[in-house]
Each structure stands twice: as structure tokens, then as C-alpha cells.
């Protein structure tokens, strides 16, 4: 910003010697004058420094002597050309300075970045650090239950794939897939609670309680309802053409080629002629079951059994979405901060990290008791008590964090 304001300095303090050597130039033309351009120049700079003797030339002879006569519509002209030349050129000077300004900054960043890079890099190890005391109790915990999830998965899977028939038809595979999803998703949220990224984690706890609530509805209604969500693949792909074509010239891309199309309006085609009208909708694969011609998710919630998160999803949805609550309200500020928050915090771990608990317990649950063997008894039983002790743990955690922060405050006045 200083090479900025530099150059503009030194460029509006030329403007009025240039400008008057102009006027100057122009008066002795009138008077029969024609002035070379360092007799202007000299007699612009002689008025400038506030000299009041006579001006003298020591250039060619000049024909006659000249006096120069300055009046108060001279002085208008001058400013005016001021103003003019700020308005033309200025545009395009600031602009310019701007881009050498960034370049001349740039460089010098990048060859200072290895050592910046290396100080964030220590200050991020000690921030995990000192989280992790506070934290590592219900994280480390939660790790723990998704790694149980994880290995109960793909016992499940291999048991289901070493099926010599397939009488559990599209059920059964369909949601080991939605626990394989939620298990990754369960992942991504942990990495965001160990880096104290609570509102991110909380966001992605938006698409953990998604998957359980469609796994649980399949699961309630059975082949039938699974078929149709397998099916309503035909609509997705419509809907995500439909978008492509609306905006793919505007990306500088290609169209979808005319034989992909036809085949995705040909399987769109067929799907609704099977299904239904109804089926054309977001959640039109549970149409039928739920008897709604244009289910919500809302919907879905409710046919799940899991109407009490509702509060909670909204509040993730908030951390999605660029509403007026997500600038405002961030899981990772205590109540009584007044600060903003733009990157890690240590605070608000805990809504996260129950609901990831809750969620990712019910569908494992869910999925790996429906068929159940006498290990399956047992690894569910244990999900569900260590299920059940990770949000007391989160609350503790929470708890010893916030009699902290009033312990290091003053005390009001």
C-alpha cells in the first residue's frame, strides 16, 4: 500500500507544472512567442518556487520582451485540467500501480512462505496438542466406535458376498452400502473435530443423519421401497443433465453428447412409466410408501423415527448454507465471546460429536442386526453402551472447558 500511495504522490505532484507549462505555452503563442519546451518548463518551475523577480531567459534570443499575465480565470483552467486528467487518467494509473504493487508483494510472500509455513505448521501441533487434553477423551472414543463399525461392515459385506444365493435381494447390499457411506462420513467428521473445526464437523453431521434416516426408511419398508430408491438413480442423473445444460456454454465446456442424453431421458422415461409421476420428485423413491405425492425430507424424518434431531439438523443446515444465523451464530464461539471466528477454535465440539455418536451407532445398529449371528448380538450390544458413554464424555469435556473460560475472564465491574 505504501508503493501505491507513493506513486500516486509523485504523480499529482507533477500535474501542475505540466499543466502550467501548458497555460504558459499557449499565452506566449498568442503573444508571437514560439516557445521551446524548456522556456516553458523554466518558467512554470520559476512561478512554482514562488520567485517574484523577473524571468530570466538564457536560452536563443527570444524577439521581444514578454510579460505573462495570470488571471483568476487562468487559475479555473488550471484546476480544471486537474480535475480532467484525475478523471481519465487515474482510472487506469491506480489499476496499473495495483497490478505492480501485487506482483512486487506476491514475490516477496512466496519467498517468505517456507518460513511462515513452518511457524503455522508448529502452531497447528500444539493447538491439536492442547485440544486433545481437553478433547481426547470423547474423540479418542468416538475413533474407537467407528472402527467397530468399520470391521463389523465388512464382516457383514464378506458374509453377504459369500452368499451362494441371493434371496435377500437389493435390501441387503444397498444398505451395507449406506453404513460404508456413513462410516466414511463419521471419518471426515472425527479429522474436523481433531482439528477444532467444530462447525464444519457439525456440517457434515448434516449428510451422517441423512444417510441413517434413508437407511432407516429402506430398512422399515423393505425390497420394495429399495428397489425404487435404486431405480430413482434415472431421475438424479435427468435432474444433473438438466443443470449441466443449462449452464455448461457459460463454463466454456462441451455438451453431453446426443447418445448419452437419449440413453438418460430413455432410463428417465422408463422409470416414471413404472414408478409414477410421483416418482419424479427429490424423494420420490418413497412416494409410494409414505403415501405423499411430493415427500420432504421432513417426510422422511418422520417415517425414520427421527423427528426429535430436527432442531439439530437446522442447525446444521445453517453451517451449510450462507443464511444470516451462520454469520452470527458459530458453534465454535462460547456464548459470552464478542470475537469472530474464521478458522479453529477448541469450543463447541460437543453437539458434533453426540449426534455422530447417536447417528453412526443407529445405523450400524440397523444394518449389521438385521440378519444377526451371536457375534453380531455381541458387537451390537457393545456399540450401544459405548454409544451411549461418548456423549456423557463430550459433556464433561464441554463442562471443564467452560469453567475455565470463566476462570481466566475478569470479573465484571
Known amino acids: 500500500m505504501n508503493v501505491l500511495q507513493q506513486a500516486l504522490e509523485e504523480a499529482t505532484a507533477k500535474l501542475p507544472a505540466l499543466i502550467l507549462q501548458n497555460l504558459i505555452s499557449k499565452k506566449l503563442q498568442e503573444q508571437g512567442v514560439k516557445p521551446p519546451k524548456r522556456l516553458s518548463q523554466g518558467i512554470a518551475e520559476h512561478f512554482l518556487a514562488g520567485n517574484r523577480e523577473p524571468f530570466r531567459y538564457n536560452g536563443r534570443k527570444l524577439p521581444k520582451d514578454v510579460t505573462l499575465t495570470f488571471t483568476e480565470t487562468d487559475a479555473d483552467e488550471v484546476t480544471r485540467a486537474i480535475d480532467r486528467f484525475c478523471e481519465t487518467h487515474f482510472s487506469t494509473m491506480i489499476p496499473a500501480a495495483a ?48 472402527t467397530m463399525s468399520r470391521e463389523w461392515c465388512q464382516d457383514a459385506y464378506e458374509r453377504e458376498s459369500n452368499r451362494k444365493s441371493n434371496k435377500s435381494g437389493k435390501l441387503r447390499g444397498l444398505l451395507i452400502r449406506l453404513l460404508v457411506r456413513a462410516c466414511q462420513v463419521a471419518d471426515e467428521i472425527i479429522c474436523l473435530l481433531e482439528n477444532g473445526l467444530a462447525d464444519g464437523a457439525m456440517a457434515r453431521w448434516r449428510t451422517l443423519h441423512e444417510v441413517g434416516v434413508v437407511a432407516a426408511v429402506i430398512s422399515e419398508h423393505g425390497e420394495s421401497i429399495a428397489e425404487r430408491y435404486l431405480a430413482h438413480q434415472a431421475v438424479e442423473s435427468k435432474r444433473a443433465m ?59 424424518e418422520s417415517a425414520a423415527g427421527r423427528a426429535e434431531l430436527r432442531s439439530h439438523y437446522q442447525m446444521a443446515n445453517d453451517n451449510v448454507h450462507a443464511g444470516i444465523k451462520s454469520m452470527f451464530i458459530r458453534l465454535g464461539l462460547l456464548e459470552n465471546c464478542t470475537g469472530l471466528l474464521s478458522g479453529r477454535s477448541n469450543a463447541g465440539l460437543t453437539e458434533p460429536g453426540q449426534n455422530t455418536a447417536l447417528t453412526l451407532t443407529r445405523i450400524s445398529v440397523l444394518v449389521c442386526m438385521s440378519e444377526p449371528n451371536f457375534d453380531d448380538l455381541v458387537v451390537g450390544q457393545m456399540m450401544l453402551t459405548l454409544g451411549s458413554e461418548i456423549p456423557r464424555s463430550f459433556h464433561e469435556a464441554d463442562k471443564c472447558l467452560r469453567r475455565d473460560d470463566r476462570e481466566r475472564r475478569p470479573t465484571a465491574v
Open 99 to 146: 497490478r505492480r504493487t501485487a506482483r512486487s508483494v506476491l514475490k516477496d510472500l512466496k519467498c517468505r512462505w517456507p518460513n511462515e509455513h513452518t511457524l503455522q505448521e508448529a502452531d497447528l501441533s500444539g493447538f491439536r496438542e492442547r485440544l486433545s487434553e481437553r478433547w481426547g477423551k470423547p474423540v479418542g472414543q468416538l475413533r474407537m466406535l467407528l
Open 242 to 300: 438438466d443443470k449441466y445444460l443449462a449452464c455448461y456454454k457459460q463454463l466454456g465446456y462441451g455438451p453431453l453428447p446426443a447418445r448419452e442424453q437419449r440413453k438418460i431421458l430413455a432410463n428417465y422415461d422408463s422409470a416414471v412409466v413404472q414408478y409414477g409421476n410421483p416418482f419424479k420428485s427429490e424423494y420420490g423413491w418413497a412416494a409410494s410408501h409414505l403415501k405423499k405425492d411430493r415427500p420432504t425430507f421432513a417426510d422422511l
